[in-house]
């Protein structure tokens, strides 16, 4: 096995990208998973649902409470440049007095190698672990990647050090350390959360019952911005699932949003926070993260609008020159392409992944998959097939209509999904589309 790899909460992002682009193919060459994925020792209990009682300590040792306890604290990641690496990490460093040990437990270990990685990423079978390294070693790393470091020490008592510090070495055994990642569900910034909230009685889950600020997609696009093709896999495979209202213990999927809510808890009185000191070790030299995703809508619009004007005015030109014609035929074919195989992966990842967060997945309206007909369609019409041209007109309408019922979802009282910009990109182009067809349509019926 290729040596592991450390990743913030965004590892799979750069295969939600590749995916989009290939669309069906990837469907087509998913090979079984060899991801294996052991119990975890910890206890991890869905959002919605209260969580578990505190385990019961281990056995008792002589003079075990005498020694001095471990100190813990949390140690979170800035974003970095790679698009795995643009959410940010976390983990749970522990100083051991005794020993003199500085460990940190990190669970977003992986291997990027994975001969599987891909087929098991659309299956929920991706294969993450929870390993521990050297303090020293970790920080020295991010700081190489410019990724900024805040550590913030607990003010745990010492038997709930102690025991957070057992529960953690267990989990970090061979036979417990496995579980299947989820980008948004269960990954490094929620398995450091539920550690913690397992030892103090369930208090960080009452604080995250609070009302978050902003959705699921709101939180990935605007985490995700400032790398555009990662913003745009994310804008079109994210389903209406995730324009659901988070508390602040779902938003805690992010490093920094656990950081914010980790400063809220209070442990046996308002007088005494969880977090005992926090520090900035490292500040990193780029820009913080957005705090709302940007407004794009005029630019999806522009974009839209020049390619729906593009397709016009090729289709108009195709009946007089054969170079335009040509030029037709070609963009339809890319155009179905792209837009095909991005609507075919996502009925792909509605119909048949188990990952709920792309389901119902509105956008399938606007890149029709039956586009891809385009793939035979647009060679034809750029040879001067009179019934090619027709049935691309057929395609087109089709399409027109597709997208009118996306926009008429946006009605009250219908499920409602967050894709306006991509509506005000798609809208023209296949508006564009039909009247250049149309136009085409025309003119080779008055040429007979």
Known sequence: ?????????????????ILVAAGAVLGAVAGPAAARAAPPALPLPPSATPPPPPAPAGPAVRGADEAPAPLIEVVTFGPGDHPFTR????????????????????????????AHMISDFLKARLRYWLSRGSTGHVLAEYEREN??????RLALDPA????????LAENALPANRDYRYDYFHDNCATRVRDAIDGVIGGRLHAVGRQPGTLSLRAHALRMAADNVPLYLAL???????????LDRWGEAFLPEKLQTTLRDVRLDSPDRPLVQDEETLFAARRPPPRVAPPRWGLAFLAVGAAVGLALLGLGKAAARRVAARVAFGGVVTLLGTVVGGVGTFLLYAWLITPHTDAHRNQNVLLFAPFALAALVLGPAVAAGSRAAVRALWLLALGAVASTALACLLKLPGLPHQS?????LALAP?????ALGTRALVRSLASSR
């Open 1 to 17: 096995m290729a040596p592991p790899r450390r990743a913030g909460v965004a590892a799979p992002v750069r295969a939600v990208i």
């Open 87 to 114: 959410f940010g990490h976390d983990a749970i460093r522990v100083l051991d007095p005794r020993t003199g040990a500085d460990v940190v437990y990190n669970f977003g270990t992986f291997d990027i190698r994975a």
């Open 147 to 152: 990724r900024t470091i805040v550590i913030q």
């Open 160 to 167: 709930q050090r102690r025991e957070l510090a057992r529960r």
């Open 235 to 245: 804008l079109i495979v994210l389903g209406p699932s995730t324009d659901r209202p």
């Open 419 to 423: 894709n306006a910009p991509l509506i």
């Open 429 to 433: 182009v296949w508006i564009g589309l």
